[in-house]
């Protein structure tokens, strides 16, 4: 008898180890809204963030504007296109600029804010990046002479000299 335990015993074992007990299998890892976003798919969102900031372009320049039926400033033009994303952020640059995580200017993805002005203490300007490539960091923002635009910051004579950092404010 004893020889037949020990058989049904390994038999049982076996088949637990071939098969996999799901009592021995780790839970599948549920994903948060914010990892979601920081993954693969996070791109096709960034892109969809993105493609509707660019639907902007042509929009008029209006001084604290936050709608395309009234113009943009540079600040109104980026909580607008996250608006429509459920993305919070603030209407002023200043506290856009200390919302989400600060990252490197050679690591931004498209929705990343790029920041300009002549010291991290006086925020003059924001622009949302499109895309990056070996020519540069290409943002939609809203100018005061040309409302909103797609532009080369990275190598414009007025923007690039101003360029301060850069913060995600959509995986954070």
Same mark, same amino acid.
Do not use: W
């Given at each position: 008898?004893?020889?037949?335990?020990?058989? *049904?015993?390994?038999?049982? %074992?076996?088949?637990? *180890?071939?098969t996999g007990c799901a009592a021995l299998? !780790? +839970?599948?890892?549920?994903?948060?809204?914010?990892?979601?976003?920081?993954?693969?798919?996070?791109?096709?969102?960034? +892109?969809? *963030?993105?493609?509707?900031?660019?639907?902007q372009v042509g929009t008029p320049y209006k001084y604290a504007g936050k709608t395309p039926a009234t113009g943009f400033d540079c600040s109104?033009?980026?909580?607008? %296109?996250f608006k429509k994303f459920n993305i919070e952020v603030s209407p002023a640059s200043k506290e856009q600029a200390r919302t989400g995580k600060q990252i490197s200017l050679d690591k931004?993805?498209?929705?990343?804010?790029?920041?300009?002005?002549?010291?991290?203490? !006086?925020?003059?300007?924001?622009?949302?990046?499109?895309?990056?490539? +070996?020519?540069?960091?290409?943002?939609?923002?809203?100018?005061?002479?040309?409302?909103v635009i797609v532009e080369n910051v990275s190598v414009s004579s007025y923007w690039k000299p101003r360029i301060l950092f850069a913060r995600d404010v959509i995986s954070h």
């Open positions: 008898m004893r020889s037949s335990s020990l058989f *049904i015993l390994l038999f049982a %074992v076996g088949f637990l *180890i071939e299998r !780790k +839970k599948p890892k549920t994903t948060t809204t914010t990892e979601a976003k920081g993954n693969s798919t996070s791109m096709a969102f960034r +892109k969809s *963030i993105t493609a509707y900031a660019e639907k109104g033009f980026t909580f607008f %296109v931004v993805q498209p929705g990343d804010l790029v920041f300009f002005g002549k010291t991290s203490a !006086k925020i003059d300007h924001v622009s949302m990046v499109v895309k990056r490539n +070996k020519e540069g960091i290409f943002c939609v923002h809203s100018t005061s002479s040309r409302g």
